[in-house]
């Protein structure tokens, strides 16, 4: 099979990691992928959001299959681009319809499907620019901590928490009247907090099917002991020690079938993951958010963890035969340490070059993130630039060797989290 994987950060690095190790893949393309991406399959500068570049390299290129990594694109309905194609829809996609996408791309979307379908979430009030007044008197009375969050795309950065009133207030009229988060701040959700241990859990489904993936849990937070901004992610483990059996049955019958049969019952067609952010209260799992793609660091964890052919299951879950399918998972523990640039998630600086790649252990798997080729030499291009994935059979093992990764890769203005997972030791 030919295959394109559309995006260019860690998790589509890892994703054309393991396709590559597939015996059905043949070639393998990546638009517009990275430094490390470009050691494994052939990089496409074709930009995320041309779609009719990207269908006429696929008809050119004999592509079998494309594999949409990133959100970007399916919120903006790629897989609606090439249903409606006759020369597009017998490709093989992995890729839900823009109307599913819109579980990711508008909280306001996913909190009344959630609701409507009987699926565990906080209770939550949308607001924009024509009710900023009442949603400041109903900041008055909203009990803390407070948790805004800006309705549309915002890089995994557009949740504040907070526990001061007048710093909420002001925060509201920051995103809806100054554009905090660009447009994805238009509408606001005012949200109750959750108080428990948050985590990740990843489905493949085909709409009616579906395979629970590996369970992770990522850190947002730049700083450490989960100070300071929300990032992209800073660092991501598997599996999850509290995910036990009980508690991963309860995710399944009272979150992963209701919100399939949800799909279903709503007419949403449904090809691809569901990530589904969960809140463990008590030893009930919550649902903080639902995005429609694998995560990001989540991915370098969970995707090294599946020892089954994932071309596989992906060419069964694109066809609707994913029940079907088997999958085999490595029960040793995976962590990943993500390095990132000086300023990062705000103002930073690109272009720096990277070094000490060669020190780095055979064993530790270096996925590529924010990084490009110039000159020969690996640049930092984002702010979040490598992560750092091990697998060892403890989760002190595996960290040991990520962090000891960690202080070999060596740019300018290097930073990253030094407590990853410790909270779970």
């Given at each position: ?264 019952a709503d007419g949403i067609d449904f090809i691809g993951f569901i990530f589904i952010g969960l809140m463990n ?34 060419a069964l879950a694109a066809q609707k035969r994913l029940s079907e399918a088997k999958i085999e998972i490595d ?56 992560a750092l994935t091990a697998l060892a059979d403890s989760l002190e093992n595996a960290l040991a060797k990520s ?23």
């Amino acid at each position: 099979m030919n295959v394109l994987i559309i995006g260019s950060g860690g998790r589509e690095h890892a994703f054309a990691w393991k396709i590559a190790q597939s015996p059905l893949c043949k070639k393998l393309f990546v638009a517009t992928g990275n430094a490390g991406t470009a050691q494994i399959a052939q990089n496409i500068d074709i930009g995320i959001l041309d779609f009719e570049g990207l269908g006429k390299f696929c008809i050119e290129n004999l592509v079998d299959l494309v594999l949409v990594g990133t959100e970007v694109p399916l919120v903006a309905g790629i897989a609606d681009f090439f249903a409606a194609d006759e020369r597009l829809k017998s490709i093989l996609l992995i890729a839900p319809s823009q109307t599913g996408a819109m579980l990711e791309g508008s909280k306001d979307f996913s909190k009344a499907f959630m609701l409507k379908h009987g699926i565990p979430t906080a209770t939550a009030q949308t607001f924009d620019s024509s009710s900023l007044k009442e949603g400041l008197a109903y900041l008055e009375t909203h009990p803390t901590p407070i948790v805004l969050k800006a309705d549309g795309l915002a890089a995994g950065k557009g949740v504040i928490i907070t526990s001061d009133r007048s710093e909420a207030k002001q925060t509201l009229i920051e995103m809806i009247e100054g554009a905090k988060f660009g447009s994805a701040s238009a509408k606001v959700l005012i949200e109750s907090y959750l108080n428990g241990i948050e985590l990740s859990v990843f489905v493949l489904t085909d709409g009616i099917s579906y395979q629970i993936l590996p369970s992770a849990k990522d850190y947002k937070r730049i700083g450490e002991g989960d100070t300071g901004l929300n990032t992209g992610g800073m660092g991501a483990v598997s599996p999850v020690p509290f995910a036990d059996e009980d508690f991963m049955q309860k995710v399944e019958e009272k979150v992963v079938i209701p919100t399939l049969k949800g799909l279903q019952a709503d007419g949403i067609d449904f090809i691809g993951f569901i990530f589904i952010g969960l809140m463990n209260v008590a030893g009930e799992p919550w649902v903080i958010e639902y995005n429609v793609r694998m995560g990001d660091p989540e991915t370098e964890v969970v995707i090294p963890r599946i020892k089954s052919d994932f071309l596989e299951m992906l060419a069964l879950a694109a066809q609707k035969r994913l029940s079907e399918a088997k999958i085999e998972i490595d029960e040793r523990t995976a962590t990943t340490v993500m390095l990132v640039a000086s300023g990062y998630p705000e103002e930073y600086e690109k272009g720096k070059v990277m070094t000490g790649f060669e020190k780095v252990d055979s064993e530790v798997l270096t996925f590529h993130a924010g990084t490009s080729l110039k000159e020969g030499k690996i640049i930092t291009s984002g702010g979040r630039v490598i992560a750092l994935t091990a697998l060892a059979d403890s989760l002190e093992n595996a960290l040991a060797k990520s962090y000891k990764a960690a202080n070999l890769i060596s740019y300018e203005g290097k930073y990253y989290r030094k407590d990853i997972g410790l909270d779970l030791a």
